[in-house]
């Protein structure tokens, strides 16, 4: 069965000027390695004066889920264009490639081309004019056009005076069941709060954890907490709105952070929150059946165990009390990841073809094709073989067909000192340092400056 993916965002107006801070390839290892075309091809071939060099940096590297995927393809593209052009590939893990990317801005070094979120994590970098506008390149290429992506998914990457990234990945999550645990206890999935509890009691009294969800530098945390932040009135608006607002601190919020906490004093989630935080401890909890239910993302998906992917039932996220919105109804969904490219190095006339050939290839219809075996949700309009996707995969697109998107802060929160502010709030509230009071006092007093 063959099936288009359209990327699964939200509209562009919900999106600009916004924020990111992590996603794809959290688990990966702390690899770095310089693989230039002449190296693959196993000769050092003298440069001509036609010869040119990009760098291209990515967090794809060794251990993350797409570099399986990624790297064949790469590797190929090099070796093809090794006459013309030596690509060096320069890759760490996530958290150590955000550093190297913020040190090389400072020093003015950045890589010609690199992966990279949107929203506020671009903003600084195209106020000092550092990135390219994507229209400049697309008057150049004949391979690809904004029409071959979805409508709204170069949203993340717009500013108020123009776009300045290219979307790779889309992506929804999952509130997934291990149905075997279930079934042994004789249970049913919760539909609602107090359900959820009435099972949550039954794990809890034969060692298992209800919900692998802990807090890591606010992963998974602060995803799980937007998703039940969805469920009460007016949510999605103060979402939508909060660029030009800064309010976080919201009843719908206090809401949230107070039914987080009450699922901490009912024993929901693992004792130590901070150790078993990020998404690979969480989802490992789950896998190895050790939690009844996780909140994970498609990125997440190359890790699974494949007895895990059979198992696993995707379910909505039960209804909390007082909330007005069903869960059975909606999931979040926005473009999380892409690439964008040295405006500097566009602009120098022995590299630009270059670097259109290359974008060409992060963009094209084989690369897109391959990373979406890895669990990625493209941003670009394609189709693909159902047949080829894991069993989780197939079942987070038939779970989450036909409902409606909604936002995260992840993707809404104008600005990174406030988005930092809120993971590094939301591991104090998981290990209930602070109140759901204070949690939104530390957010807004952040917004506020």
């Avoid at 078993?276 to 059946?289: A, F, I």
């Amino acid at each position: 069965m063959r099936k288009k993916i359209i990327g699964i965002v939200c509209t562009a107006a919900l999106i600009m000027g916004l924020f990111s801070g992590c996603a794809s390839g959290s688990n990966n290892g702390g690899t770095k390695e310089a693989i230039s075309s002449t190296d693959m091809a196993g000769e050092d071939t003298a440069a001509s004066s036609e010869k040119v060099t990009i760098r291209f940096a990515t967090n794809w590297g060794p251990g993350d889920a797409k570099y399986d995927y990624f790297y064949p393809l790469f590797e190929k593209y090099a070796e093809e264009n090794k006459d013309k052009v030596e690509i060096k590939l320069e890759t760490l893990s996530t958290e150590d490639y955000k550093t190297k990317i913020r040190t090389e801005t400072a020093s003015g070094n950045l890589p010609d081309v690199f992966t990279w979120w949107g929203g506020s994590m671009i903003i600084d970098m195209v106020d000092a004019g550092l990135l390219l506008n994507v229209d400049d390149y697309f008057t150049m290429t004949d391979k690809t056009s904004k029409e071959n992506f979805d409508s709204s998914a170069f949203g993340y990457y717009t500013l108020t005076d123009g776009t300045y990234g290219f979307p790779l990945e889309s992506t929804r999550p999952v509130f997934i069941a291990n149905k075997a645990l279930f079934d042994e206890y004789g249970l049913s999935y919760p539909k609602t709060y107090e359900e959820l509890k009435e099972v949550s009691k039954v794990f809890n009294e034969n060692g298992i954890i209800p919900i692998a969800m802990a807090s890591k530098n606010g992963t998974p945390s602060e995803f799980f907490f937007s998703e039940l932040h969805s469920q009460f009135k007016g949510a999605e608006e103060e979402l939508v709105n909060m660029g030009t607002t800064r309010n976080f601190a919201t009843d719908n919020a206090l809401k949230t952070a107070e039914a987080i906490t009450d699922m901490i004093n009912q024993g929901m989630f693992p004792e130590d929150t901070v150790a078993n935080g990020d998404w690979g401890p969480c989802l490992q909890l789950y896998c190895d059946g050790k939690a009844a239910m996780t909140y994970t993302y498609p990125w997440m998906f190359e890790s699974m165990t494949d007895d895990a992917q059979e198992f696993s039932e995707c379910i909505p996220v039960p209804k909390l009390d007082g909330a007005t919105n069903d869960p059975s109804t909606f999931v979040s969904g926005f473009t999380v990841y892409g690439a964008v490219v040295n405006k500097a190095s566009f602009e120098d006339p022995a590299k630009q073809q270059a670097l259109v050939d290359f974008i060409d290839f992060l963009t094209s219809d084989d690369l897109t094709l391959a990373l979406t075996q890895s669990g990625m949700i493209p941003a670009k309009q394609v189709e693909y073989d159902m047949d080829d996707m894991k069993p989780i995969f197939k079942k987070m697109i038939e779970f989450c067909e036909g409902k409606e998107l909604t936002s995260v802060h992840y993707t809404t929160m104008p600005d990174l000192e406030a988005l930092n502010m809120l993971d590094a709030s939301l591991d104090e509230l998981f290990i209930q340092a602070i109140t759901p009071e204070e949690f939104l006092d530390k957010v807004q007093a952040e917004l506020d400056k």
